[in-house]
Protein backbone atom coordinates (compact mmCIF):
# COMPACT_ATOMS: atom_id res chain seq x y z
CA UNK A 1 0.00 0.00 0.00
CA UNK A 2 1.59 3.59 -0.76
CA UNK A 3 2.57 5.84 2.60
CA UNK A 4 0.36 8.39 1.53
CA UNK A 5 -2.81 5.95 1.64
CA UNK A 6 -1.98 5.51 5.18
CA UNK A 7 -0.98 9.03 6.24
CA UNK A 8 -2.34 11.16 3.57
CA UNK A 9 -0.78 14.32 5.58
CA UNK A 10 2.82 13.05 6.28
CA UNK A 11 4.74 10.49 8.48
CA UNK A 12 6.14 9.51 5.85
CA UNK A 13 9.21 8.48 7.79
CA UNK A 14 7.27 6.93 10.25
CA UNK A 15 5.37 5.00 7.34
CA UNK A 16 8.66 3.83 6.15
CA UNK A 17 9.72 2.53 9.55
CA UNK A 18 6.91 0.31 9.95
CA UNK A 19 7.46 -1.09 6.64
CA UNK A 20 10.80 -2.07 7.59
CA UNK A 21 9.88 -3.39 10.97
CA UNK A 22 7.54 -5.68 9.17
CA UNK A 23 10.10 -7.04 6.65
CA UNK A 24 12.97 -7.71 9.83
CA UNK A 25 9.89 -9.05 11.45
CA UNK A 26 8.75 -11.19 9.07
CA UNK A 27 12.65 -12.60 8.52
CA UNK A 28 12.95 -13.51 12.45
CA UNK A 29 9.09 -15.28 11.79
CA UNK A 30 10.37 -17.19 9.07
CA UNK A 31 13.88 -18.45 11.03
CA UNK A 32 11.18 -19.40 13.72
CA UNK A 33 8.88 -21.50 11.17
CA UNK A 34 12.27 -23.54 10.12
CA UNK A 35 13.31 -23.80 13.40
CA UNK A 36 10.06 -25.73 14.47
CA UNK A 37 9.84 -27.69 10.90
CA UNK A 38 13.41 -29.11 11.70
CA UNK A 39 12.35 -29.88 14.98
CA UNK A 40 9.68 -32.11 13.41
CA UNK A 41 12.01 -33.52 10.63
CA UNK A 42 9.40 -31.41 8.21
CA UNK A 43 11.73 -28.91 7.08
CA UNK A 44 10.69 -29.69 3.11
CA UNK A 45 6.96 -27.68 3.93
CA UNK A 46 9.28 -25.06 4.60
CA UNK A 47 8.67 -23.07 0.87
CA UNK A 48 4.99 -24.41 0.97
CA UNK A 49 4.27 -22.46 4.06
CA UNK A 50 5.93 -19.03 3.12
CA UNK A 51 4.27 -19.03 -0.37
CA UNK A 52 0.91 -19.08 1.39
CA UNK A 53 1.28 -16.72 4.22
CA UNK A 54 -0.13 -13.25 4.41
CA UNK A 55 1.41 -10.67 7.12
CA UNK A 56 0.05 -7.76 8.79
CA UNK A 57 0.96 -5.61 11.22
CA UNK A 58 -0.94 -4.11 13.76
CA UNK A 59 -0.19 -1.40 15.92
CA UNK A 60 -2.15 -1.77 19.83
CA UNK A 61 -2.24 0.49 22.24
CA UNK A 62 -4.21 -0.48 25.85
CA UNK A 63 -5.29 2.21 28.26
CA UNK A 64 -3.96 2.84 31.37
CA UNK A 65 -7.13 1.86 34.13
CA UNK A 66 -9.63 4.63 35.28
CA UNK A 67 -9.18 3.25 38.93
CA UNK A 68 -6.20 1.84 40.75
CA UNK A 69 -7.41 -1.63 40.52
CA UNK A 70 -6.10 -4.44 37.82
CA UNK A 71 -8.33 -3.91 34.75
CA UNK A 72 -8.50 -6.58 31.69
CA UNK A 73 -8.19 -4.84 28.37
CA UNK A 74 -8.07 -7.74 25.93
CA UNK A 75 -9.65 -10.85 27.28
CA UNK A 76 -8.47 -14.45 27.21
CA UNK A 77 -7.88 -16.27 24.17
CA UNK A 78 -5.74 -18.37 21.45
CA UNK A 79 -4.61 -17.03 18.12
CA UNK A 80 -6.50 -18.38 15.84
CA UNK A 81 -3.53 -17.71 12.75
CA UNK A 82 0.03 -19.23 12.42
CA UNK A 83 2.26 -17.33 14.18
CA UNK A 84 2.32 -14.19 16.19
CA UNK A 85 5.35 -12.14 16.95
CA UNK A 86 4.78 -9.21 19.60
CA UNK A 87 7.34 -6.20 20.43
CA UNK A 88 6.14 -3.73 23.24
CA UNK A 89 7.16 -0.50 25.30
CA UNK A 90 8.35 -1.12 28.77
CA UNK A 91 4.66 -1.08 29.88
CA UNK A 92 3.57 -4.56 30.83
CA UNK A 93 0.95 -6.45 31.08
CA UNK A 94 0.61 -9.53 28.57
CA UNK A 95 -0.07 -12.60 31.07
CA UNK A 96 0.34 -16.48 29.56
CA UNK A 97 -1.73 -19.17 31.26
CA UNK A 98 0.54 -22.18 31.76
CA UNK A 99 -0.25 -25.80 31.72
CA UNK A 100 -1.77 -25.67 35.57
CA UNK A 101 -4.01 -22.86 34.45
CA UNK A 102 -1.61 -20.13 36.70
CA UNK A 103 -1.60 -16.73 34.68
CA UNK A 104 2.15 -16.33 34.11
CA UNK A 105 3.18 -12.33 33.83
CA UNK A 106 5.42 -11.18 30.81
CA UNK A 107 7.92 -8.96 31.42
CA UNK A 108 10.32 -9.15 28.27
CA UNK A 109 13.35 -7.03 27.89
CA UNK A 110 13.28 -4.06 25.90
CA UNK A 111 15.37 -5.93 22.94
CA UNK A 112 13.27 -8.96 22.34
CA UNK A 113 10.38 -10.61 20.89
CA UNK A 114 7.35 -12.90 22.06
CA UNK A 115 6.61 -15.25 19.78
CA UNK A 116 2.70 -17.02 20.49
CA UNK A 117 2.20 -20.26 18.14
CA UNK A 118 -1.35 -19.52 16.56
CA UNK A 119 -3.56 -22.48 16.57
CA UNK A 120 -3.24 -22.90 12.45
CA UNK A 121 0.19 -24.45 12.92
CA UNK A 122 -1.16 -26.32 16.57
CA UNK A 123 -3.63 -28.61 14.30
CA UNK A 124 -1.80 -28.88 10.97
CA UNK A 125 1.37 -29.88 13.39
CA UNK A 126 -1.36 -32.52 14.91
CA UNK A 127 -1.50 -30.77 18.60
CA UNK A 128 2.25 -30.94 18.97
CA UNK A 129 2.61 -26.94 19.86
CA UNK A 130 -0.47 -26.32 21.93
CA UNK A 131 -1.60 -22.25 20.86
CA UNK A 132 -1.76 -20.53 24.53
CA UNK A 133 -4.11 -18.65 26.39
CA UNK A 134 -2.79 -15.35 26.86
CA UNK A 135 -4.91 -12.01 27.91
CA UNK A 136 -3.77 -8.54 28.99
CA UNK A 137 -4.65 -7.18 32.27
CA UNK A 138 -4.07 -3.31 32.77
CA UNK A 139 -2.63 -1.81 36.10
CA UNK A 140 -0.76 1.43 36.70
CA UNK A 141 -0.31 5.24 35.57
CA UNK A 142 0.94 4.39 31.82
CA UNK A 143 -1.23 3.11 28.60
CA UNK A 144 0.90 -0.06 26.98
CA UNK A 145 1.86 0.36 23.20
CA UNK A 146 3.05 -3.07 20.87
CA UNK A 147 3.49 -4.07 18.04
CA UNK A 148 2.45 -7.48 16.44
CA UNK A 149 3.04 -8.90 13.49
CA UNK A 150 0.07 -11.53 12.23
CA UNK A 151 1.20 -14.40 10.46
CA UNK A 152 -1.85 -16.46 8.74
CA UNK A 153 -2.44 -18.86 6.02
CA UNK A 154 -3.73 -17.49 2.78
CA UNK A 155 -7.41 -17.61 1.24
CA UNK A 156 -7.34 -21.26 -0.61
CA UNK A 157 -4.90 -23.32 1.80
CA UNK A 158 -6.52 -25.84 2.71
CA UNK A 159 -4.48 -26.97 6.41
CA UNK A 160 -4.34 -30.26 7.25
CA UNK A 161 -2.77 -32.64 9.55
CA UNK A 162 0.95 -33.49 8.21
CA UNK A 163 0.77 -37.46 7.24
CA UNK A 164 4.11 -37.60 9.03
CA UNK A 165 2.72 -36.81 12.51
CA UNK A 166 -0.15 -39.30 12.46
CA UNK A 167 0.79 -43.14 13.18
CA UNK A 168 -1.14 -46.07 15.62
CA UNK A 169 0.30 -44.21 18.53
CA UNK A 170 -0.94 -40.50 17.60
CA UNK A 171 -4.26 -40.53 15.77
CA UNK A 172 -5.01 -37.78 13.54
CA UNK A 173 -6.99 -35.01 15.58
CA UNK A 174 -7.91 -32.50 12.95
CA UNK A 175 -10.27 -32.18 10.08
CA UNK A 176 -8.74 -30.81 6.56
CA UNK A 177 -10.46 -27.19 6.39
CA UNK A 178 -10.07 -23.98 5.05
CA UNK A 179 -8.73 -21.13 7.37
CA UNK A 180 -10.71 -18.31 5.31
CA UNK A 181 -14.16 -20.39 5.50
CA UNK A 182 -13.49 -20.62 9.39
CA UNK A 183 -12.96 -17.37 9.33
CA UNK A 184 -16.54 -16.68 7.53
CA UNK A 185 -18.18 -18.74 10.07
CA UNK A 186 -16.66 -17.20 12.79
CA UNK A 187 -17.22 -13.49 12.34
CA UNK A 188 -20.60 -14.33 11.53
CA UNK A 189 -21.41 -16.04 14.24
CA UNK A 190 -20.13 -13.11 16.49
CA UNK A 191 -21.78 -10.84 14.49
CA UNK A 192 -25.14 -12.51 14.80
CA UNK A 193 -25.22 -13.52 18.18
CA UNK A 194 -22.79 -10.89 19.75
CA UNK A 195 -21.00 -14.01 21.19
CA UNK A 196 -18.83 -12.90 24.32
CA UNK A 197 -15.21 -13.28 23.52
CA UNK A 198 -14.42 -15.62 26.48
CA UNK A 199 -17.02 -17.81 24.17
CA UNK A 200 -14.91 -18.69 21.54
CA UNK A 201 -11.56 -18.62 22.85
CA UNK A 202 -11.18 -22.70 21.30
CA UNK A 203 -13.42 -22.33 18.15
CA UNK A 204 -10.70 -23.28 15.50
CA UNK A 205 -10.63 -26.55 17.40
CA UNK A 206 -13.82 -27.18 17.77
CA UNK A 207 -14.53 -26.27 14.41
CA UNK A 208 -11.97 -28.83 13.25
CA UNK A 209 -12.05 -31.59 15.39
CA UNK A 210 -12.10 -35.26 14.70
Not at 91 to 116: A, C, H, R, T
Not at 137 to 150: P, T, V
Amino acid sequence: MPHNALWPQGKISFSKTLASFTQLASELQKKILKMILESFGLEKYMDEFIDSTNYQLRIMKYEKPKTNDSTPTLAAHCDTNTMTLLYQNEVNGLQIQSIDGEWINMKPSPKSFIVLIGESISVWLNGRLPSPFHRVIMKGNEDRYSLGLFTRLRGGYVIKVANELVDDNNPILFKPHGHEEFLKIFYSEITQAAVQFEGYITRLKAYCSV
